[in-house]
């Protein structure tokens, strides 16, 4: 039969290894990109995501889809690429809110919370934190446990739920309802597509069980999916994450560690790296205790991850940094020159 030439905007609805399923006219269709497409990218940002709005022609005599064109995207949710791979990885595209999934178990870590805010803050979408099992957690330690989450994401939202009794979730149907495209994002084990299939109202993902020994689980989810829910919003459904580095920063460290940022327009240098520099507001609500070390230490260890992959994608960035250790290597070789002189030899 003929191919259809016509040309359609479709989304992309599920992605593994540059296979695609694209919604158009209210049915699934399988998609591969065109030729060409694939020629002209220069580097997997340039590919279709979760959530992506395409330009489609139709073949097979409409049955089958060729993606030659992704819109211009509102929001983009990324991580460094595992290994040595220094090309960004996309996570889902278009997102109103990214949904930070953490169980209340074993599962629960703030350094990675802590982690994930600042990729979901980069993002342009609206981080939200969803704490789930809270079934399996005593009363006495949610309320220690929702503490903590509130210090690491000040001025984010916090659901606290039960997957399983359905305790709380009716809060994260109305966070989406309207129709208000979400992605979850989380390590394995979190919860997050049971949290799915209760919104769904069924088993609309497989998943896992997880070890009793650290509340981990087997990646039941091993492609990114978008999910239509009954109530009208969207849910990107991702695999688990048990290693989340940070990609770039913009705003997001800033905005995610926004207590420290308070606090450092108090310090006299405005430079002040927080570490020994004398009238640093930072160190001195350290010292009051009304900021914590662990707190301090993650907001430390994520500028330094971030400053480390702008150095390795900036030209200019890693030219001044060269010329800087440069600089200070023929400084000290001069102080110990001098000193050398000053003890007569």
């Not at 020629?39 to 992506?52: I, M």
């Not at 073949?59 to 089958?64: A, F, L, M």
């Not at 560690?257 to 570490?275: E, M, P, T, Y």
């Amino acid at each position: 039969m003929k191919d259809l030439k016509a040309e359609f905007t479709a989304l992309v609805t599920a992605e593994q290894r540059l296979a695609y399923t694209v919604w158009l006219d209210g049915r699934e269709l399988p998609a591969t990109v065109a030729g060409k497409f694939m020629g002209e990218a220069v580097s997997r940002l340039d590919f279709p995501v979760v959530g992506d709005d395409v330009l489609v022609a139709l073949h097979d005599g409409g049955e089958k889809a060729v993606i030659y064109a992704v819109l211009p995207r509102r929001t983009i949710l990324l991580r460094k690429a595992a290994g040595p791979a220094k090309d960004a990885q996309p996570l889902a595209a278009n997102v109103s809110k990214v949904f930070i999934v953490m169980g209340l178990d074993d599962n629960y870590n703030i350094a990675r919370l802590e982690r994930l805010l600042v990729a979901a803050w980069d993002s342009g979408g609206v981080p939200v934190v969803v704490l789930t099992k809270k079934d399996l957690c005593p009363d006495l330690e949610v309320a220690v446990k929702l503490g903590a989450v509130a210090r690491a994401a000040p001025g984010v939202e916090v659901f606290c739920l039960s997957s399983v009794s359905g305790e709380g979730v009716a809060l994260v149907e109305a966070a989406l309802a309207g129709g208000v495209r979400c992605c979850f994002l989380g390590s394995s084990g979190a919860g997050k597509t049971t949290l799915l299939n209760r919104l769904a109202g069924r088993a609309a993902a497989p998943t896992g069980a997880v070890r009793e020994a650290d509340a981990r689980g087997r990646h039941t989810t091993t492609s990114r999916h978008l999910y239509f829910l009954p109530g009208g919003g969207q849910v990107i459904d991702t695999p688990g994450i048990r290693e989340f580095c940070v990609e770039y920063s913009g705003e997001g460290l800033e905005t995610s560690f926004s207590d420290i940022q308070v606090l450092a327009a108090g310090c006299r240098f405005k430079n002040c790296s927080h570490v020994s520099e004398p009238g640093c507001a930072v160190r001195v609500a350290l010292e009051a205790g009304t900021l914590s070390h662990a707190r301090l230490r993650s907001y430390h260890k994520l500028r330094r991850e971030t400053e480390r992959q702008e150095l390795g994608t900036d030209l200019k960035k890693r030219v001044m940094a060269k010329r800087k250790l440069k600089n200070f290597s023929k400084m000290a070789r001069d102080i110990t020159e001098a000193k050398r002189k000053l003890r007569g030899g």
